[in-house]
């Protein structure tokens, strides 16, 4: 019974600590670091996953297929001095997108030397129907424009797996290198 009471913190406590990260270079001028075991989603994965027009300019998922970080971007008026006018903008685009948003932390952060809007939360979307489950979700997302494009780079799992993967989340955000 002992041994158990050991076993059972160790677990959670290992389980809260960030993944081992490997390079990925997703773009010509991107190169960041992932888990080790992420992997490009397919299109049709994409497509299945993450109803849009446009497909991500890359997209990794983990090996269960629950935890993603994408990469998109757009063509854009914005300019990169006008990184504060771009954070209100997304706000209030996150607060539209979901039924309900708890934001666990949002502002403007320097990564090796580019500035990025960036917001960490919570969200829910309510089911249509009783035949379906509420979709609640940890979201570790952040904007930047370089070159004329904006940039999004977006972490998300379910809220239940947040302790877990929120570290990773941020050490992820942190390895970004975007070359204009």
């Not at 049709?44 to 300019?57: A, G, K, N, T």
Request: aromatic share 14%.
């Amino acid at each position: 019974m002992k041994k158990l009471l050991i076993i059972i913190p160790l677990f959670f406590t290992l389980a809260a600590f960030p993944q081992r990260l490997k390079k990925f270079k997703p773009a010509e001028n991107i190169v960041l670091k992932l888990p080790a075991d992420f992997v490009p989603m397919t299109p049709q994965e994409q497509q299945q996953r993450y109803l849009s027009p446009r497909l991500p300019l890359a997209m990794y998922t983990d090996a269960q297929h629950v935890v993603d970080f994408g990469i998109n971007r757009s063509f854009t008026l914005w300019d990169e001095k006008d990184i504060d006018l771009m954070r209100k903008f997304y706000e209030a685009s996150i607060l539209e997108l979901f039924d309900k948003v708890r934001f666990l932390n949002k502002g403007i952060a320097t990564i090796n030397g580019r500035d990025y809007a960036f917001f960490e939360f919570e969200s829910i979307m309510y089911a249509e129907n009783k035949s379906q489950s509420n979709i609640s979700k940890y979201t570790y997302i952040m904007y930047t424009v370089a070159g004329g494009t904006t940039y999004v780079f977006n972490f998300t799992c379910p809220v239940r797996l947040r302790n877990q993967w929120q570290g990773t989340a941020h050490k992820i955000m942190q390895t970004i290198k975007i070359k204009a």
